[in-house]
């Protein structure tokens, strides 16, 4: 029994000294981040090899790793990681599609990536963010009792239909409390296009977004890349035009599907 309890307590050590550790390295990579600055990248990426020394099959250290070495732009070095990651994680992790683009592309790690997000829409589909990858997201934040955003209705409903058929997903998130009163608006208001609520200002999605204010805009291209954000009603039209043109000019780019032989029409 004394043998077991001291074989918990020093597993219970690893784990802690392993999380300090990390929690230390993602604190230097967020001022690293934000300012740039190699010294505090370093020190993250330090931190989150202890962290790794100390439970070296933990997914969480080793994204972290994976973007403090995409930061430095050691590509090469980011790129493994971020493999490793894909052979412990589940399929079902949430950041499992993002990490496969960034062993693709690890200098989409170091772009400002909008948040990841799963979500069930009103009409029933469940969506993420990576799941629109290759498309231009436009999301956003508002509620039926806020009357800047009813007055910006008309410019989301006429963006939503002049581009439908292109690379375009518009996301309409509502910070309504009454589910009731929200479906009603939505449908006595003919809005067509993707609708979730959020379930009050403290929904998960809008702290994930920082949303503080309503109505807010946020326009995501076709990476995943968060390129814009608009607090009331801001002509947004033109810049998801050029965002939705690049997109269609990528996907032109990319290779059609080779066909089996014997297997076409």
Not at 32 to 55: R, S
Not at 88 to 103: E, K, M, N, P, S
Not at 211 to 240: C, M, R, W, Y
Request: hydrophobic share 40%.
């Amino acid at each position: 029994m004394e043998q077991s309890t001291a074989m918990y307590a020093h597993e219970s050590s690893q784990a802690d000294k392993a999380e300090a550790q990390f929690l230390l390295g993602r604190a230097s990579l967020a001022g690293g981040m934000n300012g740039k600055h190699e010294e505090a990248l370093e020190a993250a990426e330090a931190a989150f090899q202890m962290a790794l020394q100390l439970q070296p099959n933990d997914a969480n250290y080793i994204y972290a790793d994976g973007t403090a070495l995409a930061y430095l732009k050691r590509d090469d070095a980011a790129r493994e990681r971020f493999q490793e990651f894909l052979k412990i994680a589940g399929q079902d992790d949430l950041a499992y599609a993002r990490v496969q683009r960034f062993v693709e592309r690890p200098e989409l790690a170091r772009a400002r990536m909008a948040p990841n997000f799963r979500l069930m829409t009103l009409d029933g589909r469940t969506l993420t963010l990576e799941g629109l990858s290759g498309k231009v997201v436009l999301i956003d934040f508002w509620a039926t009792w806020c009357g800047p955003c009813r007055a910006a209705l008309p410019n989301i409903r006429r963006i939503a239909q002049k581009f439908e058929g292109q690379p375009l997903v518009v996301l309409s998130i509502s910070l309504d409390n009454d589910e009731a009163k929200w479906k009603d608006f939505v449908g006595k208001n003919q809005m067509t296009w993707l609708q979730y609520r959020n379930g009050g200002s403290g929904g998960d999605i809008s702290k994930l977004f920082a949303v503080n204010a309503i109505p807010a805009t946020f326009t995501i291209d076709a990476d995943g890349v968060l390129q814009d954000q608009h607090v009331g009603d801001a002509d947004i039209e033109s810049k998801i035009k050029k965002l939705v043109a690049r997109a269609v000019e990528v996907s032109n780019r990319k290779p059609a599907p080779v066909k089996s032989a014997g297997g076409g029409d």
